[in-house]
């Protein structure tokens, strides 16, 4: 993220504390909503989402009325949407409103039609702004179990997703030489910039895909179609979502290779069904592919 200003800050801190809390205190923040009454749980409290928006555009001098309306409603259907799901399937086995906001949320962020929205530099704020709705919708509203957002330090966590990246690491390497995908080159980093990139890929990318991708997306298709094919679907999923990564037209390489490791993601996810470990297995593959592909 770049073009921090004390104003991005603050709202930064604001969204990912709405995160934590979500990681470390699911349970109690989802008896809190439920106590409330349905316009606070599903007017008043979704709204709020716009917030991060209003601060940033009235502090760059970049606001615009449609943004702002798109903003505040996106989280707003999307508990609405999910409140409906929540009792029309109260077993969990998947709804249609379920992948409605799934679609909505993917199309969002991976098409990147919102991006203009922020300064520029600041687009990752926007992200933000979608996974704290889709949290709260899916965690708060809906009360989806399983999911496996859960940040409290478990020593499994690494030990599953850098098995996960050991197990993947020879098939990527084999794979991208010989499709011409990968071309090895030295930039050795400091320590300081390798934590810090580390860091940076873990917030801003795997915890948020891998949250998208298998707590939700892989999580529910379990629920209709079995783990395997689970798998297989939510990774290729997850590969078609690459589609335009570093191409202007279908890259066909990177969706492929993105698949692959979708499946590595999964397993790690699904060997104790926590997020953590497969963001841990996802962040050590973009961080190496950052500093040596």
Known sequence: MQGLTSTAITVLVAELSVAAGFGFAPDRIARAVRSWREPVRILLLPSLGVLPYVVVAAAHQTFRWNWCALYAALPIGAAWLLEQAAAADPEQRGNWRDALILLMLGLA???????????????????????DAGLYGFLAIRRLDGTGFDFHPHWNDWKTG?????FFTPVVLLLGLALGFIHP???????SDAALRWTAIFLFVAVPEELFFRSWVQNLLERR???RAALVIASVLFGLSH?????AHFNWRYVLLATIAGVFYGRAWREGRRVPASAITHTCVDWIWSWWF
Not at 109 to 131: C, F, H, I, M, N
Request: proline share 7%.
């Open 225 to 227: 179609v079995g783990r």
């Open 162 to 166: 850098l098995r996960e990246l050991a």
């Open 109 to 131: 962020v991976d098409l990147r039609r919102l991006d203009s929205a922020w300064p520029r530099g600041l687009e990752p704020l926007g992200k933000l702004l979608l996974v």
């Open 243 to 247: 589609f335009n990564k570093r191409s």
């Open 185 to 191: 080159h030295s930039n050795l980093p400091s320590v």
